[in-house]
């Protein structure tokens, strides 16, 4: 993941592992990103502070589901485009469209 720092003005590259969480539309418009997966990766123990956070059970094989590199199969785009995007530990969020064709 690539982020443009405007206070260096250099761009940094962020390893896998610094990857919070990261979304899919599987049928991106062109207009609206619409999240139609969501996976969400965090660092050390993601599922502990996701659980402390909503101070609640969690389904575990729900969140498994959840807390993933690979998304699940999706059908091809209406539109012939996905995107994806990507959020870091700091926030910073990018998003890549790729034409399938």
């Known amino acids: 993941m690539a982020v443009f720092d405007p206070s260096t003005g250099e761009v940094r590259s962020d390893e896998p592992d610094n990857i ?3 979304f899919i539309d599987s049928d991106y418009n062109g207009e ?3 999240v139609r997966q ?3 990766l965090g660092q050390n123990d993601p599922y502990k502070s996701l659980k ?3 101070k609640a059970e969690i ?3 729900a969140w498994e589901s959840l807390n993933s590199e690979v ?3 999706f059908a091809k785009p209406s539109t012939g485009r996905i995107a994806v995007k990507g959020i ?3 926030g910073d969020e990018v998003m890549k469209v790729y ?3």
């Open 99 to 101: 034409r399938i064709p």
């Open 71 to 73: 998304s699940i199969p």
């Open 38 to 40: 969501a996976y969400f």
């Open 32 to 34: 609206s990103f619409f």
């Open 20 to 22: 919070a969480c990261w």
């Open 88 to 90: 870091n530990h700091l």
């Open 52 to 54: 402390t956070s909503l």
């Open 59 to 61: 389904d575990f094989e």
